[in-house]
Protein backbone atom coordinates (compact mmCIF):
# COMPACT_ATOMS: atom_id res chain seq x y z
CA UNK A 1 0.00 0.00 0.00
CA UNK A 2 1.08 3.20 -0.68
CA UNK A 3 1.34 6.20 2.01
CA UNK A 4 1.31 9.62 1.88
CA UNK A 5 3.92 12.00 3.78
CA UNK A 6 1.74 12.22 6.56
CA UNK A 7 0.31 9.47 6.83
CA UNK A 8 3.79 7.87 7.32
CA UNK A 9 4.64 10.23 9.79
CA UNK A 10 1.92 9.31 11.55
CA UNK A 11 2.04 5.32 11.29
CA UNK A 12 6.12 5.58 11.98
CA UNK A 13 5.11 7.59 15.10
CA UNK A 14 2.73 4.84 16.47
CA UNK A 15 5.71 2.09 15.79
CA UNK A 16 8.24 4.47 17.88
CA UNK A 17 5.36 4.75 20.74
CA UNK A 18 5.10 0.93 20.36
CA UNK A 19 8.79 0.76 20.57
CA UNK A 20 9.04 3.66 23.30
CA UNK A 21 6.87 1.65 25.82
CA UNK A 22 8.56 -1.82 25.45
CA UNK A 23 12.12 -0.25 26.04
CA UNK A 24 10.56 1.00 29.43
CA UNK A 25 9.44 -2.57 30.78
CA UNK A 26 12.68 -3.75 29.52
CA UNK A 27 14.82 -0.87 31.10
CA UNK A 28 13.25 -1.40 34.14
CA UNK A 29 14.60 -4.67 34.29
CA UNK A 30 17.96 -3.87 33.47
CA UNK A 31 17.82 -1.61 36.43
CA UNK A 32 16.84 -5.08 38.85
CA UNK A 33 20.07 -6.84 37.57
CA UNK A 34 22.42 -4.21 37.13
CA UNK A 35 21.37 -0.72 38.63
CA UNK A 36 24.97 1.07 39.00
CA UNK A 37 25.38 0.24 34.84
CA UNK A 38 21.58 1.21 33.74
CA UNK A 39 21.63 4.88 33.65
CA UNK A 40 19.44 7.12 30.98
CA UNK A 41 22.13 7.15 28.39
CA UNK A 42 21.56 3.65 28.24
CA UNK A 43 17.77 3.81 28.08
CA UNK A 44 18.60 6.32 25.14
CA UNK A 45 20.78 3.55 23.43
CA UNK A 46 18.22 0.91 23.87
CA UNK A 47 15.33 2.82 22.49
CA UNK A 48 17.41 2.86 19.43
CA UNK A 49 18.49 -0.83 18.91
CA UNK A 50 14.81 -1.58 20.11
CA UNK A 51 13.23 0.40 17.46
CA UNK A 52 15.72 -0.80 14.74
CA UNK A 53 14.86 -4.66 15.35
CA UNK A 54 10.75 -3.50 15.56
CA UNK A 55 11.63 -1.72 11.96
CA UNK A 56 12.89 -5.62 10.94
CA UNK A 57 8.89 -7.04 11.01
CA UNK A 58 8.59 -8.41 7.98
CA UNK A 59 5.07 -9.82 8.84
CA UNK A 60 3.05 -6.22 9.84
CA UNK A 61 2.41 -3.04 8.04
CA UNK A 62 3.79 0.20 9.39
CA UNK A 63 1.74 1.63 11.79
CA UNK A 64 1.07 -2.14 13.39
CA UNK A 65 4.93 -3.14 13.29
CA UNK A 66 5.87 -5.72 16.19
CA UNK A 67 8.45 -7.29 18.25
CA UNK A 68 9.89 -10.58 16.99
CA UNK A 69 8.85 -10.51 13.49
CA UNK A 70 12.42 -9.84 12.00
CA UNK A 71 15.69 -10.17 12.73
CA UNK A 72 16.39 -9.67 16.17
CA UNK A 73 20.54 -9.86 16.40
CA UNK A 74 21.21 -5.77 16.96
CA UNK A 75 20.05 -6.76 20.51
CA UNK A 76 23.15 -9.00 20.98
CA UNK A 77 26.06 -6.88 22.55
CA UNK A 78 24.28 -4.58 24.23
CA UNK A 79 26.13 -3.03 27.17
CA UNK A 80 24.29 -1.91 29.89
CA UNK A 81 27.10 1.27 30.05
CA UNK A 82 29.31 1.25 27.26
CA UNK A 83 32.71 1.92 29.09
CA UNK A 84 33.26 -1.69 30.03
CA UNK A 85 32.01 -5.35 28.28
CA UNK A 86 32.17 -8.75 29.53
CA UNK A 87 35.51 -9.17 27.44
CA UNK A 88 36.92 -6.30 29.34
CA UNK A 89 37.39 -8.95 31.72
CA UNK A 90 37.19 -12.56 29.84
CA UNK A 91 38.39 -13.17 26.48
CA UNK A 92 35.76 -15.56 25.86
CA UNK A 93 32.15 -14.81 26.01
CA UNK A 94 29.30 -17.43 27.62
CA UNK A 95 27.52 -20.10 25.08
CA UNK A 96 23.90 -20.47 25.41
CA UNK A 97 21.91 -23.64 24.14
CA UNK A 98 18.15 -24.07 23.61
CA UNK A 99 16.71 -27.35 24.18
CA UNK A 100 13.04 -27.16 22.56
CA UNK A 101 11.93 -30.06 24.08
CA UNK A 102 12.41 -29.35 27.54
CA UNK A 103 11.90 -25.94 27.18
CA UNK A 104 15.40 -24.83 28.83
CA UNK A 105 18.23 -22.61 28.18
CA UNK A 106 21.68 -23.21 29.05
CA UNK A 107 23.87 -20.75 29.47
CA UNK A 108 27.94 -21.61 30.06
CA UNK A 109 30.24 -19.34 31.31
CA UNK A 110 33.72 -20.41 29.34
CA UNK A 111 36.87 -22.00 31.40
CA UNK A 112 38.37 -18.84 33.28
CA UNK A 113 41.90 -19.66 34.01
CA UNK A 114 43.74 -17.57 36.63
CA UNK A 115 45.85 -15.84 34.22
CA UNK A 116 42.54 -14.08 33.05
CA UNK A 117 41.95 -13.08 36.38
CA UNK A 118 45.76 -12.15 37.54
CA UNK A 119 45.63 -9.28 34.62
CA UNK A 120 42.26 -7.35 36.92
CA UNK A 121 43.80 -4.52 38.97
CA UNK A 122 46.18 -5.89 41.98
CA UNK A 123 43.51 -4.57 44.24
CA UNK A 124 40.89 -7.02 42.91
CA UNK A 125 40.40 -10.07 45.72
CA UNK A 126 37.21 -11.93 43.87
CA UNK A 127 34.68 -11.60 40.85
CA UNK A 128 31.04 -12.19 40.82
CA UNK A 129 29.50 -13.61 37.76
CA UNK A 130 25.85 -14.24 37.84
CA UNK A 131 23.65 -14.75 34.36
CA UNK A 132 19.90 -13.85 33.67
CA UNK A 133 17.46 -13.74 31.11
CA UNK A 134 15.39 -11.12 30.53
CA UNK A 135 12.00 -12.54 28.69
CA UNK A 136 9.55 -10.54 26.94
CA UNK A 137 6.71 -12.32 25.31
CA UNK A 138 5.66 -11.76 21.76
CA UNK A 139 1.90 -11.60 22.05
CA UNK A 140 0.01 -8.33 22.55
CA UNK A 141 0.65 -8.16 26.16
CA UNK A 142 4.50 -8.20 25.71
CA UNK A 143 4.72 -9.01 29.10
CA UNK A 144 8.78 -8.98 30.63
CA UNK A 145 9.98 -10.61 33.59
CA UNK A 146 13.45 -11.73 34.09
CA UNK A 147 15.05 -14.99 36.08
CA UNK A 148 18.76 -14.71 37.54
CA UNK A 149 21.24 -17.36 38.55
CA UNK A 150 22.96 -17.58 42.08
CA UNK A 151 26.57 -15.31 42.22
CA UNK A 152 29.34 -17.43 40.90
CA UNK A 153 32.41 -16.51 42.94
CA UNK A 154 35.92 -16.28 41.16
CA UNK A 155 39.05 -16.08 43.69
CA UNK A 156 42.07 -14.13 41.90
CA UNK A 157 44.40 -17.41 41.66
CA UNK A 158 41.78 -19.84 40.72
CA UNK A 159 41.52 -21.62 37.66
CA UNK A 160 37.40 -21.97 36.68
CA UNK A 161 36.06 -24.87 34.89
CA UNK A 162 33.11 -24.02 32.51
CA UNK A 163 30.31 -23.65 34.66
CA UNK A 164 26.44 -23.66 33.61
CA UNK A 165 22.32 -22.64 34.61
CA UNK A 166 19.57 -23.83 33.65
CA UNK A 167 16.56 -21.90 32.49
CA UNK A 168 12.77 -22.79 32.29
CA UNK A 169 11.10 -21.67 28.99
CA UNK A 170 8.29 -23.47 30.09
CA UNK A 171 4.67 -22.25 28.50
CA UNK A 172 6.70 -19.69 26.88
CA UNK A 173 6.53 -20.46 22.86
CA UNK A 174 7.04 -16.96 21.77
CA UNK A 175 9.62 -15.01 23.61
CA UNK A 176 12.25 -13.26 23.39
CA UNK A 177 15.29 -13.73 25.45
CA UNK A 178 17.97 -11.49 26.32
CA UNK A 179 20.72 -13.30 27.81
CA UNK A 180 22.49 -10.74 30.03
CA UNK A 181 25.95 -11.68 31.94
CA UNK A 182 27.25 -9.20 34.60
CA UNK A 183 30.49 -8.89 36.53
CA UNK A 184 31.10 -7.34 39.81
CA UNK A 185 34.44 -7.14 42.07
CA UNK A 186 35.74 -7.34 45.24
CA UNK A 187 38.35 -5.14 46.57
CA UNK A 188 41.36 -5.08 48.70
CA UNK A 189 40.78 -2.11 50.81
CA UNK A 190 43.46 0.78 50.82
CA UNK A 191 44.84 -0.12 53.99
CA UNK A 192 44.68 -3.73 52.91
CA UNK A 193 42.70 -4.73 55.90
CA UNK A 194 39.30 -5.49 54.70
CA UNK A 195 37.74 -6.59 51.16
CA UNK A 196 34.49 -4.77 50.17
CA UNK A 197 32.08 -5.09 47.06
CA UNK A 198 33.21 -1.75 45.21
CA UNK A 199 30.57 0.24 43.73
CA UNK A 200 33.16 1.85 40.90
CA UNK A 201 31.53 0.97 37.36
CA UNK A 202 34.92 0.29 36.00
CA UNK A 203 34.84 -2.56 37.97
CA UNK A 204 31.50 -3.95 36.54
CA UNK A 205 29.74 -4.54 33.68
CA UNK A 206 26.74 -6.13 32.56
CA UNK A 207 26.22 -7.04 28.66
CA UNK A 208 23.11 -8.61 26.50
CA UNK A 209 25.62 -11.30 25.11
CA UNK A 210 23.07 -13.20 23.00
CA UNK A 211 19.24 -12.67 22.27
CA UNK A 212 17.15 -15.35 21.14
CA UNK A 213 13.92 -15.72 19.25
CA UNK A 214 11.59 -18.77 20.30
CA UNK A 215 8.66 -18.58 17.90
CA UNK A 216 6.20 -22.07 18.40
CA UNK A 217 8.58 -23.62 20.92
CA UNK A 218 11.71 -23.33 18.22
CA UNK A 219 14.61 -21.18 17.62
CA UNK A 220 14.52 -18.78 15.21
CA UNK A 221 17.76 -17.84 13.49
CA UNK A 222 18.97 -15.47 11.51
CA UNK A 223 22.67 -16.66 10.67
CA UNK A 224 24.82 -19.55 11.25
CA UNK A 225 25.19 -20.53 14.85
CA UNK A 226 26.52 -23.30 16.03
CA UNK A 227 25.60 -24.08 19.56
CA UNK A 228 27.78 -26.64 21.74
CA UNK A 229 25.66 -29.02 23.64
CA UNK A 230 25.26 -29.00 27.44
CA UNK A 231 25.07 -31.85 29.74
CA UNK A 232 21.34 -32.36 31.42
CA UNK A 233 20.37 -31.26 34.86
CA UNK A 234 17.68 -31.06 37.24
CA UNK A 235 16.52 -27.24 38.56
CA UNK A 236 13.59 -25.89 40.36
CA UNK A 237 11.06 -24.48 38.62
CA UNK A 238 10.39 -21.21 40.77
CA UNK A 239 11.40 -17.89 40.00
CA UNK A 240 14.12 -17.87 42.83
CA UNK A 241 17.84 -17.57 41.63
CA UNK A 242 19.17 -20.80 39.89
CA UNK A 243 21.55 -22.65 41.05
CA UNK A 244 25.41 -23.33 39.11
CA UNK A 245 26.08 -27.00 37.56
Not at 136 to 153: A, R, W
Amino acid sequence: KDYNLSENSKLAGADFAYSNTLASRIYKQMKIIQDDSAKYESFLRLKKKLYMVIRNDRQHDLGQLKLGYGNINPLKNFRFSPKTSWQTFFMNYPTTNFDAEKEELCISTPPILAREVDTLPERVRKVILKMHIIKVSIDDENTVDISSSKELVIVKGDDVESRSVIFSIKDKPNVLLLCVATVRMWLLSTDRKEEFLTLNTKYMTAEIFDAILIRNGQICKFEEETNKESRPSEFPDSDEELDWV
